[in-house]
């Protein structure tokens, strides 16, 4: 059943950014979907002939997108998606499954733009660009299970997705929408910490981003708890549990915390204009 | 098979002057090194081959002679990599974690066949764990020192006195010794191994996943081939970066314990978003997965990640409302002061 679906997948990016890039050479490196069993439709003749370069097809416009595709993906700044997809409306169907990852768009708003195709929404997050994402998606009322399954095979070429509720994306984008900045803060801090130690700003750099990321595939592969995992790494009156004092000392958990509440909180704030 | 033809090659001819095949053969074999290194065969040789091949096109000036100059330098120098590695039988003092991950990584990468690595441990059934790695086992230190010209110092700080002293009669300059236990200087080191070429490496724990973060400082009769062999080997469980030694505490802080704070960071953004609405294990799949990607675009964009916080930070947005927390918190702050920290206690022990 699966192969099935994904043989008669036929992929139309609306909207040909980073995101959509990033998303379509995923889909084609792992062999989810070929890149000639994609289209992209752009305003920007450029970024046209970079899909064009990828192997995929592209089209003049949304309509003749929706013809030829029937899993279409939202691609487009939040600002212009209400145009985008309302414009498209007489070409869509109960046929077409609409992928949106435009944030903080509700997927009522979605279904009223987009009349029978079938909704789901992804928050996905930057990391996308390097085939690691960390994202989130709901479904609409008619998407179906194989839908379900469909999107998540589809993410999983580019990271990770979960289905949530969708009251819960704002949660989700608190944790994995805006978590990447938080990252590039404590990099950008582990190296200014090295370079106050006597490193070099380069070799500092280097070993912080590396380190992160080691930790992180650390929680990843290992599955143990974050706190298990710090209590191997952390010897008696040993190095590790010095800086860990000056951690606790200064709420550098709390503030995390803080900052993922403070983003979802805004994402809902948001989700009501 | 062309992994098994190169080296008889390389090792054979050591003059540029003997080479009957033509340069555009020998642009074939560099080619097929760097396909092969792509299509990730266990060859070490083309890898290697792009590594010189990068490092020796700066000698060549003149522009004529650059392709053929370019073919003699990457020949000599895929000969001299060859027969270094050729010739590299590595044996593990202590056969724990640690080396397990560096004798996996060296296999995984073909840097160091298994079958060129020897282990010796107390315990019994840490050396079973490497001989179903496909190494050799020794029954002794003596033994492992007869058998390896590459000896990982990988036992626990407290016994590595005890341990390196009594190999002491077997060690000679033409072994070279890689410690990774934390914080024993070199000169120590070179006190109880006698005659032995040091280098001295700060890992952390990542190697257990192939991701470390290290840094190496070199002994006073570490040679230049010395300190790219071992930034060769552990290039294949990582990153590494050769540093003086007075600055190794420097690295512990940042790398060394790094790990710790971030498993705290990614306990905090799953308890985050577990304050806001998530389920756990959903919370602590985003946070982990999170600081995966955020990491892997630092490396690979190479943009400055006050760069790439500026991209992801929209006007009046979610991501700025989290931001305001982290600086009104001394989010940062308290990173830099734990590496700092961190070092401080590294300098401090080192005087004991």
């Not at chain 1, 990321?213 to 590790?240: F, I, N, Q, R, W």
């Not at chain 2, 407290?158 to 033409?174: I, R, Y």
Request: with cysteine.
């Amino acid at each position: 059943m699966a192969a099935d679906m994904l043989a008669n997948t036929r992929v139309g990016f609306i909207g040909a950014g980073q995101m959509a890039e990033a998303i379509a050479r995923g889909l084609d490196k792992a062999g989810v979907v070929p890149a000639n069993k994609m289209c992209a439709s752009d305003v920007n003749v450029g970024r046209m002939k970079v899909f064009e370069s990828l192997g995929t097809s592209v089209c003049s416009s949304n309509t003749k997108l929706a013809e030829t595709s029937n899993v279409l993906i939202l691609a487009v700044k939040p600002q212009v998606a209400e145009k985008v997809v309302t414009d498209m409306k007489p070409s869509l169907s109960k046929d077409h499954l609409l992928v949106s990852i435009a944030a903080g768009i509700p997927i009522s708003k979605l279904q009223d733009w987009a009349g029978e195709a079938r909704i789901v929404r992804v928050m996905p997050n930057v990391a996308c660009m390097v085939g690691e994402t960390a994202a989130g998606m709901s479904l609409g009322k008619t998407a179906t299970p194989a839908d379900s399954d469909l999107v998540t095979t589809m993410f999983e070429s580019v990271g990770k997705i979960h289905v949530v509720d969708e009251k819960l994306l704002n949660a989700v984008t608190g944790v994995s929408g805006s978590g990447p900045a938080y990252i590039f803060m404590a990099i950008e801090a582990l190296a200014d910490g090295g370079v106050a130690a006597g490193l070099t700003r380069d070799v500092a750099m280097s070993l912080a981003a590396q380190t992160v990321l080691g930790s992180a595939k650390m929680v990843l592969e290992t599955k143990k708890h974050p706190g298990e995992l710090k209590d191997m790494v952390t010897s008696p009156a040993g190095t590790t549990i010095a800086g860990i004092r000056e951690l606790e000392d200064r709420g550098f958990r709390s503030a995390l915390i803080n900052a993922v509440v403070a983003g979802a909180k805004r994402g809902e704030e948001m989700s009501k204009y | 098979m062309f992994c098994h033809v190169l080296p008889s090659f390389c090792c054979d001819w050591r003059h540029v002057g003997s080479l009957e095949l033509s340069s555009l053969a020998w642009f074939k074999i560099l080619e097929d090194g760097n396909h092969m290194c792509s299509r990730s065969c266990t060859c070490s040789f083309g890898f290697l081959v792009m590594k010189f091949f990068q490092l020796h096109t700066r000698h060549c000036r003149s522009s004529e002679g650059l392709r053929t100059c370019q073919i003699r330098f990457a020949c000599v120098a895929v000969a001299m990599a060859a027969d270094m590695l050729a010739n590299t039988r590595v044996g593990f003092i202590g056969a724990g974690q640690m080396a397990e991950a560096i004798a996996r990584g060296l296999d995984k990468a073909g840097v160091v066949p298994a079958n060129k690595m020897c282990a010796s441990d107390v315990n019994v059934g840490r050396m079973k764990v490497f001989e179903s790695l496909g190494t050799s086992v020794c029954s002794s230190n003596t033994k492992l020192a007869e058998t390896s010209n590459v000896l990982i110092l990988a036992v626990k700080p407290q016994v590595a006195e005890k341990v390196v002293t009594d190999m002491k009669p077997s060690l000679s300059k033409d072994h070279l010794l890689v410690s990774i236990a934390a914080g024993i200087p070199i000169s120590k080191l070179q006190d109880w191994a006698g005659e032995a070429r040091i280098v001295r490496v700060m890992p952390n724990v990542a190697c257990m996943v192939g991701e470390t973060a290290a840094g190496m400082s070199l002994g006073k009769t570490a040679t230049p081939a010395d300190s790219d062999l071992v930034t060769t080997m552990f290039e294949s469980v990582g990153k590494i970066h050769v540093v003086d030694e007075k600055l190794l505490n420097a690295v512990t802080g940042v790398s060394g314990s790094g790990p710790a704070y971030i498993f705290m960071a990614i306990e905090a953004l799953a308890d985050g978003g577990v304050a806001a609405g998530l389920t756990r294990d959903v919370a602590m799949s985003l946070a982990a997965q999170t600081v995966l990607g955020s990491a892997k675009m630092v490396l690979e964009t190479k943009k400055h990640p006050g760069e790439l916080k500026d991209m992801v930070t929209s006007p009046a947005g979610t991501t700025i409302a989290g931001i305001r927390e982290l600086e009104d918190r001394g989010f940062r702050s308290a990173l830099i002061n734990a590496v700092v920290a961190g070092a401080k206690r590294g300098e401090e022990m080192s005087k004991y």
